[in-house]
């Protein structure tokens, strides 16, 4: 559960270096989908060796899948894709 946590932090922490360039949020993008594989990785692993039931793996995998779709959606906030997006972003951020 600990590696869970850490994993997840990892996740946000990929989050905070996205910045409003594409390439930060495709960076980011790509270690929150790596966090939730091995996660998911990480809980195959444990039910495959009966240290926990599938019932709390699909549990933590479905939370696993729920904390990814918020990065992402976080992240593609972060990169405005017109400069009409840039501006507005701007201006909310001010």
């Given at each position: 559960m600990k590696k869970l946590i850490a994993i997840a932090s990892a996740a946000a922490l990929g989050l905070g270096l996205a910045a409003c360039d594409s390439k930060a949020e495709n960076t980011a993008e790509s270690q929150n989908n790596a966090a939730e594989d091995a996660t998911a990785d990480q809980v195959d692993a444990a039910e495959n060796a009966g240290?926990?039931?599938?019932?709390?793996?699909?549990?933590?995998?479905?939370?696993?899948?729920?904390?990814?779709?918020?990065?992402?959606?976080?992240l593609d906030k972060t990169d405005p894709n017109t400069p009409a997006e840039a501006a507005a972003a701007t201006n909310a951020a001010k």
């Open positions: 240290q926990i039931s599938d019932a709390k793996g699909d549990a933590v995998k479905d939370s696993a899948d729920a904390k990814h779709d918020a990065v992402d959606h976080a």
